[in-house]
């Protein structure tokens, strides 16, 4: 199959590619199979925090050969934004029952800590028999509340990044690598960084 052509808009607007297609589908061969080594002859409920984990997410069930059930949570603590406004949304709720369940949870970045901080407690107060994080990105920034990932497929930079899952005004998202974006399209959106 051909490669997509991104409209000229698209690509022009990156400033910088952090992480190539290449490089993110080779690191996630890596992190499936230590998955694997770790939930072998376990079932695993896998926990996507919508919308950024859904290409981490995608990608990662398919290199699990195990029995795994997926659920999606919607949180909202960005607001269009490229600032944390320090409070959580819950805008949709889990359908399946996690008590007594390992539990995987996938999110796209963990930058301050406070979204994973805040979906421990409440994940935790429903009885799982184990609860895993693992997040796509990791931010070289100090972490509230010492909230250390069970696996990350990356670590990068204090930059705002988007591509593979990762937003800017809900933009971006479907591109297979990641990346900075230029100073200019911030500044046509009059939002500053
Ligand atoms: P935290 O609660 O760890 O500060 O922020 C986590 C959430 O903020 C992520 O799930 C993501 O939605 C958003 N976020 C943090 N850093 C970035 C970034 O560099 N780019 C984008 N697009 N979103 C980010
Ligand atoms: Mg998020």
Redesign the pocket.
């Known amino acids: 199959m051909p490669a997509i052509q991104y409209s000229p808009g698209v690509r022009h607007d990156l400033e910088e590619i952090l992480l190539t297609e290449t490089q993110i589908q080779r690191r996630l061969d890596e992190l499936g199979k230590e998955m694997e080594r770790d939930y072998a002859g376990r079932d695993l409920t896998m926990i996507a925090?919508l919308?950024?984990?859904v290409l981490f997410a995608a990608d990662l069930l398919r290199r699990l050969p195990l029995q795994v059930r997926l659920d999606c949570l919607g949180?909202s603590?960005?607001h269009g934004q490229?600032r944390?406004s320090g409070e959580?949304t819950v805008t949709k709720s889990l359908h399946l029952d996690v008590r007594d369940r390992e539990v995987l949870v996938v999110?796209?970045?963990?930058?301050?800590?406070?979204?994973?901080?805040?979906i421990r407690e409440m994940l935790g107060k429903l009885g799982p028999r184990s609860l895993k994080f693992a997040v796509f990105?990791e931010?070289e920034v100090p972490?509230?509340e010492n909230?250390r990932a069970d696996y990350v497929a990356f670590r990068?930079p204090n930059?705002?990044?988007?591509g593979y899952g990762?937003?800017?005004l809900e933009r971006?998202r479907n591109l297979p690598y990641v990346g900075t974006l230029k100073p200019s399209v911030y500044e046509s959106h009059g939002s500053a960084l």
């Open positions: 925090v919308t950024g984990s949180i603590s960005y490229t944390s959580v999110d796209d970045i963990l930058d301050t800590g406070l979204t994973l901080v805040r990105l931010k972490h509230h909230f990068i930059k705002f990044v988007v990762l937003d800017y971006y």
